[in-house]
């Protein structure tokens, strides 16, 4: 994943979220990663910040489709630069 111009990574807070672990995978020196109360608000701030990404989930193995992702990647006409793969187990 090319992340060489990043200064932010947005992704749904709090801290300790799956989304947060995804986000700390690919985390470099100096990176801020910003906490939001929802994956569009994370997604729309990346319109905002073109220093920045934003790290959501596109799917997951309990409720499948992120719909709510997918329409604010249609509605902000953002793209995927990549993909982060996190093995989720519950206790």
């Not at 979220?17 to 100096?30: L, N, P, V, W």
């Not at 608000?41 to 997918?70: K, M, Y």
């Amino acid at each position: 994943m090319q992340l060489d111009n990043c200064s932010q990574i947005f992704t749904l807070g709090p801290e300790g979220t799956f989304s947060d672990e995804a986000a700390q995978k690919i985390r470099g020196d100096g990176v801020i990663v910003t906490y939001t109360g929802t994956f569009a608000e994370a997604l729309f701030r990346v319109t905002e910040d073109p220093d920045s990404v934003a790290v959501v989930p596109i799917e997951n193995s309990v409720a499948g489709t992120v719909a709510q992702v997918q329409d604010s990647l249609v509605s902000n006409k953002l793209v995927i630069l990549g993909e982060i793969n996190l093995l989720i187990e519950y206790s």
